[in-house]
């Protein structure tokens, strides 16, 4: 009888051990060192991504904000075919509710008025709890940039019939229509609408959200209401350039604003915002001083900030340089 002996394979014999301690160590750190890496990517580009939003929607905010300043600004002074506003009259009494000052609206004379670091003067329209302290208050006068028809008029708001050198002001009783009894003698003549817009800092954006916004007053209906802007704006400050020697150019920039006896004199203003981005970032701290104007602005957070500024040129106003 023939025993036959069978001898197993190397191989064989191996696959049979299974996987040891040893290799199922080797493979777990490894996949610890994988997964740390890829961890770390994560957080590298989510961290990345949230500084490039914060400084994309700074930016476009700072932007924005002084944007909307300068082509108001630019406007200023401007009452449609009217370059002697000394002509132009209230042919009926105009009353606008909440009102911020006296004639806040129709001051024709002064394209513009300005409040230094305090809402004094403006408590009417805007009160203390929405004023950011120690940040300017501008309001800027001037009509609609294009002419109107009798259809375009809507009631309450303040129009202008104006010619080369008369201008009659009116508020409308109805929609659609001239009030009657509104006229000039003198062609060619057109009609605009009456605009004031007074901007400020509120600090907040909703009640109780401690978003500082820049924010104007205008009219809304035959009343003076509050129209927020862009958020995320902490400071804003207004600085004069006023020709002194009446040559056309600029001698001297005033940081806490042109006063009744040389606002005649003022040619220039410079636009200066503070924008914040919207959240905080992990790992940053801010602990820049900023200044603005005749303020200066110290912070020690987590935010970043961008100041924003412009100097725009007045070109519609009568008394420049008289």
């Keep these: 009888m023939n025993i036959r002996h069978v001898t197993a394979s190397p191989g064989l014999a191996f696959a049979a051990q299974g996987t040891g301690l040893t290799e199922l160590m080797i493979a777990l750190v490894i ?15 989510k961290h990345a991504y949230q500084v490039q939003d914060n400084t994309a929607r700074l930016q476009e905010n700072g932007r924005f904000a002084l944007h909307l300043l300068r082509e108001d600004i630019r406007l200023a002074g ?8 000394e002509t132009i009259s209230n042919i009926e009494a105009i009353a606008l509710a909440n009102e ?8 024709y004379t002064n394209p513009l008025s300005f409040v230094n670091n305090t809402n004094a003067g403006y408590r009417s329209c805007i009160p203390d709890a929405d004023y950011k302290s120690n940040t300017d208050i501008l309001t800027i006068r001037h009509s609609s940039s294009e002419p109107l028809i009798n259809g375009d008029i809507a009631k309450d708001n303040i129009y202008l019939l104006t010619s080369l050198t008369e ?6 009783e109805a929609a659609s229509a001239i009030d009657p009894g ?3 003698s003198e062609s060619p003549k057109s009609l605009y609408l009456v605009l004031a817009h007074t901007y400020y800092i509120r600090p907040f954006s909703q009640s109780g959200d401690d978003i500082s916004t820049l924010v104007r007053e205008k009219i809304i209906g035959g009343a003076v209401a ?3 802007l862009v958020e995320y704006i902490e400071d804003f400050q207004i600085t004069f350039g006023l020709d002194t020697d009446r040559d056309g150019s600029v001698d001297l920039y005033d940081k806490e604003g042109a006063f009744a006896g040389d606002i005649g004199t003022v040619v220039s203003i410079m636009v200066e915002v503070l ?27 987590g935010f970043r900030r961008q100041v924003f500024r412009n100097t725009v040129f007045l070109r519609n106003w009568a008394g420049m340089g008289k």
Excluded: H, K
């Design 275 to 301: 924008a914040r981005s919207p959240t905080a970032e992990a790992g940053y701290t801010n602990t820049r001083t900023y200044e603005l104007g005749d303020q200066i602005y110290t912070v020690n957070d």
């Design 182 to 184: 509104v006229s000039i």
């Design 226 to 228: 509050a129209e927020p």
């Design 100 to 107: 911020c000052t006296t004639d806040w609206a129709t001051d």
């Design 167 to 172: 201008g009659a002001a009116f508020q409308a």
């Design 78 to 85: 401007y009452w449609g075919l009217n370059t002697t506003p």
């Design 31 to 45: 996949g610890l060192v994988l997964s740390g890496a890829a961890i770390t990517i994560y957080i590298n580009n």
